[in-house]
């Protein structure tokens, strides 16, 4: 079949490869333009068009869809189908009915649940159990279109979302190109998405990684798993930002929520509802990710002293 892919981040790679190794003939790729990344801010190719130059696939990176050029090159590719994951930009009308097949997107959700732009870390974040990927035919909504089929995976109870990332990316890639196949013979079956249950996950922003511990521990240690490895949870102590990038339910508590009640082993800080919340590996201001221990042996953090005051 004659497929257009648009991707841009690491976790479309896998489906763009599986694509490639089913066979199917990839006449184009548009990716994201490319950015400054870093302090130097160096321009650096987004990772789907870097595996679509090993791949020999000629790319494209038009800054907007909604002008007429990404269509006449699209209308000038013919695709039977086009394939989208993680791509970041919003398809017109024109585009969604240009070819043959339609459009398809593979979703790191089990849809309606956590439509949007971060639908991983928000699963993580709300404290779900179960997650999965779901191929749908693409409408004019965000994620609203008719479901082809999903596959369901359970969350670790320690997983991370970059760890879920790079899982749910290979069960995308191994779904999208059964999907393909169902529709290249004609077998796939479409169903409307339910009307009950929809969620939507928003873009993260690095503000929101700030942990509260006015909220319990639970929900504090989902936050650190789904917040890492960007932007990372993090608090002030002593007025310096400190990233959390692995934590643990503490014992119960009478302390303050916000209050250090721990500070051998680990950073122990009192939460809501009487909980607390142990902090085990960071990253200090301006350091390398290190033990909570070994940070506590170079920082005079006394038991009682309040967090977040910077």
Known sequence: MNIVFMGTPDYAVPALRALYAAGHNICGVFAQPDKPVGRKRILTAPPVKV???????????????????????????????????????????????????????????????????????????????????????????????DIIEAVETDIGENETAEELFERLSVLNAELLVSTVQKIADGTAQRTKQPKTGESYAPIIKKEMAQLDFNKNAIKLFNEVRGYYSWPCAFLFLNGKRIKVVKAAVGENTSALAGTVIGNTDSLVIACGEGTSLKILEVIPEGGKQMSAENMLRGNRVELGMSVNNG
Not at 59 to 87: D, F, H, R
Not at 95 to 121: D, E, M, T, V
Not at 133 to 142: F, L, N, W
């Open 51 to 145: 595996c679509a130059k090993e791949l020999g696939i000629t790319v494209y990176q038009p800054t907007s869809l909604k002008t007429g050029e990404a269509y006449e090159i699209l209308e000038e590719l013919s695709p039977e189908l086009i394939v989208v994951v993680a791509y970041g930009k919003i398809l017109s009308k024109e585009i969604l009915n240009l070819p043959k097949f339609g459009c398809l997107n593979g979703h790191a959700s089990l849809l309606p649940k956590y439509r949007g732009a971060s639908p991983i870390q928000w699963s993580i974040i709300s404290g779900e159990k179960k997650t999965g990927v779901t191929a749908m035919y693409m409408d004019e909504g965000i994620d609203t279109g």
